[in-house]
């Protein structure tokens, strides 16, 4: 009967310290496997960080107290235009967005929002009216830096700027190709950031100089990365989108692929988001030249590519970057910006 007795006990003991192994081994597990997504998690943030060292930006929304505004609906609103994208980023239309309690929102922050801006041979001449009418538009009340690129430094407008604006020139060569003159300005972009704009400024827009302000455009247009539709595609079907169709390029976009068609002419965001997309742009395009492609619509392609798989965390409506020639539509309710009718015959150089 003793016998018996200690037999049992022993199996029970056994049996015991085999569950206990068992389940020190799966907590085991479990730790280790926690600690390494941890170490993968610290190890993106790594490279994020050499990539880019941006002090981070205070992103809160902060209102001042009392502020007196109409209430806010979430049950009405534009019906007529689609305001968010599937990946719940806004889509800015007017009517969707309230300019005062933003720009209270967004002064007391003290951002600097930097603008790039090409004028290259001919396209000098759009560059006074650029500037005069972003007096009158364009992040009014806000500190902004432009940056001018130009071969002819000599003929920049004076334009009066308001209190805490400011405008740098920087000479870039000539060019005899257009499609050159269009498509560096991804590496001019990537080295200005890399080389001033680090600790300077918060946000940057980069922008087509042959275009005019006509209504506003301000802190409802902020965001880590922003997009803006192009004027002349966005009731189309995708399939008619202009994307570079060639697999050899590495702007390649397959049929039924694809989510809007952005301009080239209007994209900004968050100085290391821009910068990420400025350097990764530049190099698909570097690569295609090494391999004989230049894309449909030069950097207009590879930006279009590089938004599809890197989705905008806001997009700009087509009011923020019309086309003269286009008759208004009537989901279009205001023109904030708007290119100009060009012959392209008389002011490209080919
Ligand atoms: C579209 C895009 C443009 C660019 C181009 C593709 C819009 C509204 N426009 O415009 O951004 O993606 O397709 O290459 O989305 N430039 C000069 N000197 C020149 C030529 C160009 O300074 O001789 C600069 C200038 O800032 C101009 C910009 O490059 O605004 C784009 O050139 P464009 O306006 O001739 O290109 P476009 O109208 O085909």
């Known amino acids: 009967m003793a016998v018996l007795h200690t037999k049992a006990v022993t199996v029970i003991l056994s049996v015991t310290v085999l569950l206990g192994l068992l389940y020190l081994s799966q907590y085991y597990r479990i730790y280790l496997s926690f600690e390494e997504k941890w170490k993968t998690v610290e190890a ?8 880019f060292s941006q002090p ?12 007196k505004y109409n209430q806010p609906s979430i049950v009405h609103g534009r019906a007529d235009v689609v305001t968010v994208t599937p990946w719940l980023a806004p889509v800015v239309w ?25 004028a290259v041979g001919k396209y000098i001449m759009f560059l006074k009216d650029f500037l005069q009418t972003s007096e009158e538009h364009f992040f009014v009340g806000f500190r902004v830096d432009f940056y001018v690129f130009t071969d002819r430094p000599n003929e920049v407008p004076k334009v009066n700027m308001a209190a805490g604006r400011k405008l740098t020139v920087r000479s870039v060569p000539s060019s005899n190709r257009w ?11 990537q080295n200005l ?30 965001g880590e990365l922003v997009a803006v539709i192009h004027p002349g595609y966005y009731r189309d079907d995708r399939s008619k989108f202009p994307y570079e169709r060639r697999p050899a390029s590495n ?31 530049r190099k698909n395009f570097e690569d295609d ?31 923020y970057l019309w086309q003269d020639f286009k008759p208004k539509n009537p989901e279009v309710q205001i023109i904030r910006f708007s290119g100009v009718i060009k012959n392209y015959a008389n002011i490209r150089p080919n």
């Open 179 to 189: 499609q050159e003159i269009s498509a560096r300005r991804m590496e001019i972009i």
């Open 56 to 67: 981070g930006i205070d992103l809160h929304l902060v209102s001042p107290e009392h502020l």
């Open 289 to 319: 030249t090494k391999k004989g492609i230049e894309a449909a619509w030069q950097e207009e392609s590879h930006l279009n590519r590089y938004m599809w798989i890197n989705k905008p965390s806001k997009v700009l409506s087509p009011e």
């Open 94 to 118: 007017e009517g969707t967005f309230n300019s005062f309690l933003l720009d209270s929102i967004y002064k007391r922050k003290n951002i600097t929002i930097a603008a790039t801006v090409f």
């Open 44 to 51: 993106g943030s790594a490279i994020e960080t050499t990539k």
């Open 251 to 281: 702007a390649y976009v397959a049929p039924g692929e694809g989510d809007f068609y952005y301009c080239g002419g209007a994209f900004g965001g968050l100085m290391q988001e821009v910068h990420l997309l400025a350097k990764t742009c």
């Open 193 to 222: 950031i890399e080389e001033k704009l680090q600790n300077r400024a918060d946000y940057i827009f980069c922008l087509d100089v042959d275009s005019k302000f006509h209504g506003r455009w301000g802190a409802e247009s902020l």
